[in-house]
């Protein structure tokens, strides 16, 4: 097959990246097989079911089956079989116990998918790794695929946001090709014609620079959160108003207010986990030293959620055993169903671990919560829980809780205390409610 014709694609590990770019991939016209080894996972994307939160990707995964582009499988032989371009996007999680991310997966899928690989293909990593993955997975993949075979990898790191993964895969603000050869940039090129004739711009560098870009976007992006975060707790120490500050640092275009909210800090499957592997990865390389405010970023960011904690025992006159408390969110953040290490569900147990009475909603990530929590409480709707309540915690900025009318809230709780973990509400208008209203850095 020539670089520039149209190639098949497969998509390993189907998960909140892989089902989606698989999907999308197969709605924007390639032939796209998604290959997981979570047979339950297949088997609901077979039948039309995406397995998780996502606005918009329900509906396309439908268009997808329907338009005969889109099949799913287990087999990795298929998968050999079937794909020129094969995208790696299986979990790399933090290893338990260490800061390290866990590899595991990624080095079973290529050695799984490499025996298969039985003609010219192109290997593309979209999991977020530490730098050097690449290279090392270069010479495994060289080392399994058939005799004679001519393989090669490249990596193409993923940024999409959960909660807005359609628009970001179908429309990224750009794209990183980190390749070997100009035969892989044309195979990745033909990979993303119809997204590159948006005119996506493409940043073509090498492997270990496409997985560096990765972790140090996210670690730009947390640093930010925790730098607002830090200046929060100065606030909160001189009485001075965090929401102001942060305002007037945004209206600045060099510092710009994205990801400039103060609050309880980010969580989720991504942030947490790979500013610590990057800081692992550089100490382990001997660069600790130029990457060791990631640790001080982290410790930022996890003071927020016990801060949390203290804010909603202040309001409650020094107690949270015995109280009624009605805890809004449990997804790490809006749209999103996703509770790994989410701030919203560490402070409702932390609450509940100090013998609080915590009752639960969340408009999409009920049911992982409750899996995953068993001991929480849960209830049907933000009014529902916060029955009788001694306190309200807002802790993931849901715009159905944004939308909540105080005084309708006001007749249903027990005290009008509520505790805004996220910045989210309109402080003026809660207090003109009669409600006692508290925020992270606001006196
Ligand atoms: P996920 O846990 O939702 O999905 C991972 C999938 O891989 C699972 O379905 C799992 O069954 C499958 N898997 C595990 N081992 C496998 C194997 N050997 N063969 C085939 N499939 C296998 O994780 P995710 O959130 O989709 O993240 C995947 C990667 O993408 C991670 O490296 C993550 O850091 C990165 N990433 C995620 C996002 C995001 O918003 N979720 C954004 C950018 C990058």
Redesign the pocket.
Known sequence: MNATESPRLTV???????ATHAICMAVLGYEVLG????EG?IAKLASGEVPFFEPGLPELLAKALESGRLRFTTSFEEAGGFGDVHFL????PQQPGSDAADLT?VD??VR?LAPYLDRRALVVG???VPVGTAKRLTEVIQDLAPAGTDVELAWNP?????GFAVDDTMRPDRMVFGVASQWAEDRLRAAFKPVLDLGTPVVRTDLATAELVKVAANSFLATKISYINAMAEVCEAVGADIKDLADSLALDDRIGGKFLKPGLGFGG??LPK?IRAFAHRAEEIGVGQAVSFLREVDDINRRRRARTVDLVRELLGGQISGKRIAAWGAAFKPNSDDIRDAPALDVARTMHGLGGHVRVFDPAALDNARRAFPELRYGDSALDVAENADVVVLLTEWSDFREIDPAALAEVVREKRIVDGRHALDAERWRAAGWEYRALGRS
């Open positions: 390993i590990g189907t998960g909140y990246l892989g290959v997981d080894v979570d996972k996007c299986v979990g790399t997966y079973a899928a799984a979209k999991s977020t993923e940024f999409l946001r959960e499957g991504c790979d």
